[in-house]
């Protein structure tokens, strides 16, 4: 079934994408969020509490680090340790 295919394709393409995720300081926090819910306990614990915002859907991880005083290199390497120990 050719519906089935698409289907199965677009999820193995989407799971291949997260996988090889690497997150910068330009990575949209929606974007990884959306990438993979998991990292939300992440950024809850280096103090980026609001992952539903507006401001989360478009804001990079560095401008939200700055706006909240956070060590942006710290949270990246924390993202794509944990992004690396899926693979």
């Given at each position: 079934d050719?519906?089935a295919?698409l289907?199965?394709?677009?999820v193995v393409?989407?799971?291949?994408e997260v996988?090889?995720?690497?997150?910068?300081?330009?990575?949209?926090i929606?974007d990884?969020?959306?990438?993979?819910p998991?990292?939300?306990p992440?950024?809850?614990?280096?103090?980026?509490h609001?992952?539903?915002?507006a401001m989360?859907?478009?804001?990079?991880?560095?401008?939200a680090?700055?706006?909240?005083?956070?060590?942006?290199?710290?949270?990246?390497?924390?993202?794509?340790?944990?992004?690396?120990?899926?693979?």
């Open positions: 050719k519906f295919f289907v199965y394709s677009y393409n989407l799971i291949y996988t090889k995720m690497e997150v910068t300081k330009e990575t949209i929606g990884v969020v959306n990438a993979d998991n990292v939300a992440i950024l809850m614990a280096s103090g980026l609001c992952l539903g915002c989360a859907s478009g804001e990079t991880l560095e401008e680090c700055i706006v909240h005083g956070m060590d942006c290199d710290a949270v990246i390497a924390d993202l794509n340790k944990y992004l690396e120990s899926k693979n």
